[in-house]
């Protein structure tokens, strides 16, 4: 069985999917979807501690058919890490889901609440382990059009016009990159991406393979919403139901990612995207223009969903920064940082999620002293916030130390006071919170609390205890962000 | 860019027309044709890639020797699928705003948006 | 339109015609153009022609959405059992080689089960949005 592992990470959650519509029972499908996500894990795992024991990429042809012509699923250690984010990631949101999902959802449409996360995991899991081109655009497709559901799902209107400006976006990112695509396999006549990576070689100067960059980046730049084009994101983790955002936020925009980092790197190749094409001239500015203007507007928020989203934003413009330095130091921050912040960020969520059901509202005023009413909730918001600031011994300090150390190393001092900077602006909106929560007494007309579901405040400390234990153990996903990096760097040069 | 590459042409301004919608159209029901247009620029794109000259349909008989490209075709049988699923799930979205909102104008519903329910759940 | 008797007449001689056409769509595609996708959209077709002659409840009672939704899992669940059972079998994801003693046969089994998911799938969906979208304004 071990060698049909890359198949079986898409068909557990695809054939859940369905299972989930037939038995339409709440509990039923709950069941379902927390067997699937525990055992796509599990496959994970397994994938990923057999690339780093093999040390070199496991290939798998769908049908049987061989490469280049064939559909390949490829596991090496960038992928295999990124299998493992999503599928822990979802495994916990889904396992905490079944408890505050019935304030948002009437039960007997749960079933299609875990049926359009299963596939929308099947999505994000296949872009993730396919070795082929055009697939990443049909698997791209699959997990946003769940997530476009997923989010429409959410209780006020609000949701249904952020669901379809999300949907707009999403759209025309999905087509720019199908066109990308397109342009690659007329230059080259093949769809496999490492066989498209060899046979550009040398193709530096055709203006099909120049556009065809171009289209892939911008594409792929809207599904991972990189500032100027995230506008779709904060609307639509504002909006939709709380578990939603979790899972969406930990992983969609971490595959898109992924994505990039896979077509620079694997398939382009670093002398052409950053040496011929200079990439990075315009992929690091932009970067930097996210980590400042989504900090600072996260600061002026009055909704800790909006400010969260928008520190997503600020985020994600780290991992393209370290992507931007086109160095091995560089990539592996940004690799580091998809993983911290994956495990931030859904930890984040679900504190708000349980906030939102304690006390009704996620207005940051109405937050008043809840620290000591809702201790251990407010205190896993306070791991999570120390980890997205970078406080050493969280996981988030270990991606910017790598960043800083990058920036350094590429000689652009500027770049590591501005990542230092940015933190700044990262305690300012961190803090404002933890200020109103923890010392400022509670409103006098404050209502009673309900208690937030065990399992709900039990998977966020899961996620808190993770930044907290990889934050000291830097090893386990350092060592294995370098090793991908440099995979990428040798094979792309 | 001469007339034997007229095709280009046409996916070209077929694009720019489907994104110029998408951009400049207030209308939600609008916008979704916009982007169905630019949608199918792509796939006229794909689809005129796989065309040999002098090529004929890719089913091996006797008599032709040359035959065009079927992988694009096949490819594009994938994407106008997604496109479908995109268009139901777009005009689904559709018809649940304007039961919420009584209006398929984005200004209006935005405007709407405003001065109710700032912020959400 | 419950009342006009030639489109009534007409429709009655037309929808098997149109599932028959369907069925030899779905099971010729594996020696000519044709297979499940296109299949399913003309299976649904006839069955969209039957609720704009008849009247939505009607082909409501005749093909319960329920049942649909049902036919829309069992056809991923049959594409997707296909490949499993050829894991299996000992051969990769979707290797229908594996599915009979002779690998001709096998791949002949094979596109003919997952195409025949495709076609219930496609057929389910349709029917199904086609259910939703007419049907929105009773409902509320």
């Known amino acids: ?493 | 860019m001469s007339a034997g590459h007229y095709q280009y042409w046409i996916v070209a301004v077929l694009m720019m027309t489907g994104l110029y919608v998408v951009i400049a159209k207030g209308n939600m029901i609008k916008k979704i044709i916009g982007l169905n247009v630019f949608q199918v620029s792509v796939i006229l794109f794909y689809v005129t890639m796989g065309k040999v000259e002098g090529g004929t349909a890719p089913i091996i008989a006797e008599g032709f020797e040359v035959y065009s490209n079927p992988v694009p075709h096949v490819l594009m049988l994938t994407a106008i699928v997604v496109g479908v699923a995109t268009t139901a799930l777009a005009l689904s979205l559709v018809v649940r705003i304007h039961e919420a909102y009584g209006s398929v104008e984005e200004d209006e519903v935005l405007a709407m948006e405003d001065d109710s329910c700032g912020g959400g759940g | 339109m419950t009342r006009h008797v030639i489109l009534r007449a007409l429709a009655k001689l037309l929808i098997p015609c149109i599932m028959l056409f369907a069925l030899y769509v779905q099971f010729h595609g594996d020696y000519g153009p044709g297979g499940g996708f296109q299949a399913g959209v003309i299976f649904a077709a006839a069955i969209i022609l039957y609720a704009l002659i008849f009247g939505l409840d009607e082909a409501r009672r005749a093909f319960p959405p329920r049942a649909m939704e049902l036919c829309v899992a069992a056809g991923v669940l049959l594409y997707g059992g296909t490949g499993v059972a050829s894991m299996v079998l000992g051969a990769n994801f979707l290797d229908y080689g594996a599915l009979a003693h002779d690998p001709v046969h096998g791949q002949h089994y094979g596109i003919l089960l997952v195409e025949l998911g495709v076609g219930i799938t496609v057929t389910a969906v349709m029917v199904t949005l086609f259910f939703l979208f007419a049907g929105r304004r009773r409902v509320e």
């Open chain 1, 1 to 493: 069985m071990d060698a049909q592992l890359p198949a079986l990470q898409i068909v557990i959650p695809l054939l859940a999917a369905p299972l989930c519509v037939a038995l339409r029972a709440s509990r039923a499908a709950w069941l379902i979807a927390v067997t699937a996500c525990w055992s796509s894990l599990a496959v994970a795992i397994s994938l990923l501690r057999r690339v780093l024991a093999e040390g070199e990429a496991i290939s798998y042809h769908v049908g049987g058919h061989a490469p280049p012509h064939g559909i390949e699923l490829r596991v090496d250690a960038l992928n295999a890490f990124v299998l493992v984010i999503v599928t822990g990631i979802s495994a916990v949101v889904v396992s905490a889901s079944r408890a505050s999902l019935s304030e948002e959802l009437p039960e007997k449409r749960h079933y299609l609440y875990f049926a359009a996360t299963l596939l929308c995991m099947t999505g994000l899991l296949g872009m993730t382990v396919t070795g082929d081109a055009f697939n990443v655009f049909v698997f791209l497709e699959i997990s946003s059009l769940s997530a476009y559901s997923l989010i429409s799902m959410g209780r006020t209107r609000r949701a249904l016009t952020a669901a379809y400006q999300y949907l707009v976006m999403g759209t025309l990112g999905g087509t720019f990159i199908l066109l990308g695509i397109g342009l690659l396999y007329m230059a080259t006549g093949s769809l496999n991406m490492a066989d498209l990576a060899e046979r550009l070689c040398g193709m530096e100067s055709n203006r099909t393979v120049q556009a065809a960059l171009a289209f892939i980046v911008l594409g792929a730049s809207i599904k991972l919403a990189l500032f100027p084009l995230h506008i779709w994101l904060p609307n639509a983790y504002a909006f939709a139901p709380a578990m939603v955002t979790a899972f969406l936020a930990a992983t969609a925009t971490k595959v898109a990612f992924y994505v990039l980092v896979r077509f620079l790197f694997g398939v382009f190749g670093t002398d052409f995207a950053f040496d011929a094409m200079h990439l990075d001239r315009v992929l690091m500015p932009l970067a930097l223009l996210a980590m400042f203007s989504a900090s600072t507007v996260a600061i002026f928020q009055r909704d800790l969903r909006r400010m969260l989203a928008f520190s997503s934003v600020a985020q994600i413009g780290y991992m393209v920064l370290g992507l931007s330095f086109a160095s091995e130091l560089g990539l592996a921050g940004g690799i580091v940082h998809l993983f911290n912040h994956a495990v931030i960020k859904s930890c984040l969520f679900l504190v708000m999620a349980a906030i939102a059901i304690g006390v009704g509202s996620t207005n940051i005023e109405d937050l008043r002293g809840i620290g000591r009413r809702m201790p251990l909730t407010m205190a896993a918001f306070v791991v999570g916030g120390l980890s997205l600031i970078g406080v050493p011994l969280t996981v988030g300090f270990v991606s910017k130390w790598i960043l800083v150390r990058a920036a350094l190393e590429a000689g652009l001092w500027p770049v590591a006071a501005m990542i230092l900077a940015s933190s700044l602006l990262a305690v300012v909106y961190v803090w404002r919170v933890v200020e109103v929560a923890w010392f400022q007494a509670p409103a006098e007309d404050a209502g009673a609390l309900r208690r937030p579901p065990l399992g709900l405040v039990l998977s966020a400390w899961v996620l808190a205890a993770a930044a907290l234990v990889f934050g000291v153990f830097t090893d386990a996903t350092a060592s294995v962000a370098t090793r991908a990096a440099r995979m990428l760097m040798e094979a792309g040069s």
